[in-house]
């Protein structure tokens, strides 16, 4: 904001302004920490919240006790808080505002008490540069010391106080005064013009600068994208360098057009002057004929009168004929001259005077020769006047055939302008296109840097490929020769698995009969243990009935727990929860428990509230244990159950094994020597050829950078040419720096050698991959052949083993299992049948605590409330097996619903803070009105605070309310989930 001073009043309705100043309850728009200790901001007051408060209730209560005596009658103000906030520079100190705050409490009578410096907002700028708005606030209670007035009123509250108050405050703070709002008349009685301008708040300005900040942001966001753009308009730009070299060339072609016209103008300069040169000719012959006419004139006056009558004086009527005469001779004479006449009306008068002067025919020869005399000097300085001038028809007609001749060309002004105008442009361009060209370059080598570091990455990768090729290659060649060792051995085996593949159909049929027994087997089990399980699950619903029912007596007879019983669980729990990095609030509750009146249920469920709100992870983790023991116990299971079926025929299986892996490391390890030696041959080829390209790529570039650069430099000889300008079809040749048509071509013909290139790598690729296809269905021909081998083998096996002892033995060990299932069903049903007994045992106690609850329900009005608590204990308890495994789930929907909550707070607050911008709109309006009617004015005022004041403890209540609406949230979410 500079060092304009500015001060501006506002009611003081926020109930924790004092706090807001001192920063113990801080906004959400101020700067962050690291960017105010960077800059050296920060905050500076007089007071805290507490002692500005403090100081406000004595003050206004003296106010009040002196109002009382003063006037004799109860203290009515309202309006008498006031907070003002002042513009400040970055260089204001404390000192000046103490100052600042003495001269309101002299000269006004406001009582400050509370002055704070906030050097904390403000906002960062397009630059990244931090623009702080130094300001302060100072808290005024505008009540008479001695009397208790309210002073901030009626004049006080015109513009033109509030005006001279801005005046004040920039003199004693050293600042510039800002410019008046309103319309003004200064000292001398001038006016001076206002702004209009309206105060915007620090909030509103913190807003509208994060607006501007996220446009900001979107735009650079947009630049980042256009970026793109702007590269690939380079080459557009490059064109159009293009056509402004061809537009350059047409210009220089246009100068040397002009200068051509400019010498055909001065050739017709000098037809111009011939001309002249012959019309002043003509002019010497018209002087030659006026002096005959002179001459004639002269004569015409002896002509009437003999020689003896020339001293007579003649009478008017003798002499009026003859300067009739005369007079009509001297409009010949001037009709026969042209536009330059010689005699003039002058001439006319003098001639006519001559008739009443009485003269004789040789005076008035005399007179006409003197008039005659005057005239030809008269015509003489004329035409030396305008001997270099042309007629206005000639002047006309010249310029008439100059404008028809050269309507086409420009004038010199003109050249000059349009010169000027492109060298500017061309220089622009110029300049535009090195730094291109120097970008592009820089990016050219970083590329080329780029692609050498890759080059050496693909060498040291063929290097590795190449060094694990050869190892490949020498197992293979060992893998060859074990094949052919392994071949008689091999046929052998054939003939072995063929007896193996008939025996084995025997003992198929008998495992098929054997499998059918043992499916019974398991069908019969798997009924006994679902009646276990049924009969499990009615033994623990007995329980939990029995529970609930336990607990519906506890809760009908409380039986309380001593405080020696309490402490001492107090303790246990306390020394469990030491080692669970629980926090103090843990501890507090339980020591709190001590001074309760609590039941065993009761204790425990208080006990299990705060395991579950101070260590919830230790229970997430003790259930964790629990289900992942649960699972390692089922993992156990099926690995015994799988280890019983493999022990079977283990020593028959591992012989297998041995001869199977045997058989196809023979068979299979030499078929993959072809195939890893062609891959090996075409990896070579593919390398070479790969390399080549890039070298050729590679060389390509750095040639048409090195040229690029060469021509741009100027080191190449001046390209002559001939261009043809269609404007005035003038041939000219012209010299170029920089061919665009070469460089254009060499592009073409880097990318065409790019595209051969790419071709042919591709075509070598499709060649290889069709023969490594071809090598690996050979392979693969082979591999099922040697499968196909040991399959046989493998039955020959299988018969062998069937006609073994050790089947036998192993037929005798299934009968014996057999028969222990047998027994162990004997057993489960015994087991069942004391379950029954157990579950009838149950049902008698079950039917006892009905009786019991039946007793305790007619107990008058408390039966329906037992009733329904009966009914809801049961449903918790259903609830109780699946709460320990949802309590992360219901964590995090409560830690939703709080996120939900604050949200809700938060837009609460922001419509509170709509209600500042309402007030700040309420009272600019009551400004407004009260300029034409002070009075309606100072009413709506009063009626404005009092709605304010309203909203205000509205705004409380809420706070209050949506902080309570939390509290009991997190109560909620914190104790009551496990039910």
Not at 376 to 390: C, S, T
Not at 435 to 448: R, V
Request: hydrophobic share 30%; charged share 30%.
């Amino acid at each position: 904001m500079g060092n304009i001073s500015s001060i501006n009043f506002k009611p003081t309705k926020n109930a924790v302004q004092l706090n807001h100043n001192d920063r113990s309850i801080a906004p959400n728009y101020l700067l962050p920490q690291e960017v105010i200790l960077k800059v050296g901001g920060g905050v500076e007051v007089d007071r805290s919240a507490q002692e500005a408060l403090a100081l406000r209730t004595q003050i206004i209560k003296k106010a009040m006790d002196a109002y009382l005596q003063h006037r004799g009658q109860k203290f009515r103000a309202k309006s008498y808080l006031w907070s003002a906030v002042v513009n400040l520079k970055e260089t204001s100190t404390m000192q000046d505002l103490e100052r600042l705050s003495k001269h309101f409490k002299t000269k006004y009578g406001f009582q400050c008490y509370q002055i704070a410096i906030h050097r904390d907002e403000g906002h960062i700028d397009e630059n990244g540069i931090t623009q702080i708005n130094h300001h302060a606030h100072l808290e005024f209670v505008t009540l008479d010391e001695n009397t208790g007035k309210s002073l901030f009123r009626g004049s006080l509250q015109r513009p033109r106080a509030l005006g001279l108050m801005q005046t004040e405050v920039a003199q004693i703070l050293g600042m510039e005064r800002g410019q008046f709002k309103n319309d003004t008349i200064d000292e001398n009685g001038n006016l001076i013009k206002g702004t209009g301008r309206k105060r915007i708040e620090p909030r509103a300005y913190g807003q509208l600068m994060e607006k501007e900040k996220t446009k900001r942001i979107k735009l650079e966001k947009n630049n980042s994208q256009e970026v793109t753009a702007y590269q690939k308009q380079i080459q557009d730009i490059q064109t159009s360098a293009k056509n402004t070299q061809a537009e350059l060339n047409t210009l220089k072609q246009e100068k040397t057009n002009l200068e051509q016209a400019h010498a055909t103008l001065q050739q017709a300069n000098t037809t111009l002057t011939q001309e002249k040169q012959t019309l002043t000719k003509e002019n010497q012959e018209l002087k030659t004929h006026n002096i005959e006419l002179e001459t004639t004139l002269i004569d015409l006056v002896t002509i009437f009168a003999p020689q003896d009558k020339q001293n007579k004086k003649l009478t008017i009527k003798e002499a009026k004929p003859l300067l009739e005469s005369v007079r009509k001779q001297i409009i010949a004479i001037n009709q026969g001259l042209g536009d330059l006449k010689l005699f003039t009306q002058e001439d006319y008068k003098s001639l006519r005077a001559l008739k009443d002067e009485g003269l004789s025919i040789a005076d008035l020869k005399k007179r006409i020769t003197q008039i005659e005399q005057e005239a030809k000097e008269r015509y003489q300085a004329l035409q030396a006047q305008y001997k270099d001038h042309l007629s206005p028809e000639q002047v006309e007609n010249k310029i008439s055939i100059a404008e028809a001749k050269y309507k086409d060309y420009l004038s010199p002004s003109a050249v000059q302008e349009l010169r000027q105008k492109h060298t500017k442009e061309l220089e622009l361009r110029k300049q535009s296109y090195t730094k291109d060209i120097n970008t592009k370059d820089t990016e050219h080598a970083k590329a080329l840097q780029e692609k050498q570091k890759e080059i050496d990455t693909l060498k040291n990768e063929n290097t590795q490929k190449d060094e694990n090729i050869n190892g490949l290659k020498e197992r293979i060649v060992k893998h060859t020769q074990e094949l052919d060792k392994v071949k008689p051995e091999l046929a052998t085996l054939k003939a072995n698995a063929d007896v193996l593949q008939q025996q084995s159909d025997t003992q198929a049929q008998e495992n098929k009969k054997l499998q059918q027994a043992n499916q019974e087997l398991e069908t019969k089990y798997k009924n006994l243990t679902q009646e276990l399980e049924n009969s499990k699950q009615e033994i623990t619903t007995l329980k939990t009935t029995n529970q609930q029912l336990q607990q519906e007596n506890l809760k009908l007879k409380p039986v309380y727990l001593t405080k020696e019983q309490i402490k001492a669980r107090r303790l246990a729990e306390r020394q469990e929860l030491m080692g669970k990095c629980c926090p103090k609030e843990a501890f507090r509750e339980l020591s709190a428990l001590d001074d309760e009146k609590l039941t065993q249920a009761q204790l425990d469920e208080r006990i299990l509230d705060i395991w579950l709100k101070y260590a919830p992870s230790y229970i997430a983790s003790l259930e964790n244990t629990n289900a992942n023991l649960e699972q390692e116990t089922q993992t156990l299971k099926a690995e015994l159950k799988s280890a019983k079926a493999e022990a079977k025929s283990q020593a028959h299986i591992k012989t297998f094994e041995k001869e199977a892996i045997h058989l196809i490391k023979k068979y299979v390890a030499p078929v993959t020597s072809g195939v890893v030696a062609h891959i090996k041959a075409s990896d070579a080829k593919l390398i070479s050829i790969h390399k080549q390209c890039q070298e050729e790529m590679i060389e390509q570039a750095s040639t048409c950078a090195l040229l690029n650069e060469e021509m741009l430099a100027g080191k190449h000889t001046a390209i002559n040419a001939i261009a043809r300008l269609f404007g005035k079809g003038v041939k000219k040749e012209y010299k170029l720096d920089y061919d665009p048509i070469k460089a254009k071509t060499g592009y073409r013909e880097l990318n065409r050698r790019e595209q051969a290139i790419k071709e042919k790598l591709a075509e070598t690729l499709t060649k290889h991959s069709q023969a490594v296809q071809s090598i690996n269905n050979q392979a693969c021909a082979i591999i099922l052949e040697a499968v196909k081998s040991v399959k046989g083998e493998i039955s020959k096996l299988a018969t062998e083993f069937k006609s073994s002892a050790e089947y036998g033995t192993e037929l005798n060990q299934a009968k014996r299992q057999i028969e222990n299932l047998e027994r162990d069903k004997e057993r489960l049903q015994g087991e069942v049948t004391k379950l029954k007994q157990e579950k009838e045992t149950n049902k008698q106690e079950v039917e006892k605590a009905r009786a019991n609850n039946e007793a305790f329900k007619q107990k008058g009005t408390e039966s329906t409330r037992l009733k329904n608590e009966l009914n809801t204990a049961k449903t918790e308890l259903q609830t109780t097996k699946t709460t320990l495994q949802t309590t992360q789930s219901d964590l995090k929907a409560i830690k939703t619903e709080l996120e939900t909550t604050k949200a809700k707070l938060g837009s609460e607050q922001s419509d509170l803070g709509a209600l500042e911008t309402l007030e700040g709109a309420m009272y600019a309006k009551i400004s407004q009105i009260g300029k034409t009617s002070p009075e309606v004015a100072q009413a709506l005022e009063i009626k404005a605070g009092n709605a304010l004041n309203d909203l205000a403890s509205l705004r409380d209540e809420l706070l209050k309310i949506l902080e309570q609406a939390i509290q009991e949230q997190q109560q909620q979410g914190g104790g009551g989930y496990h039910k």
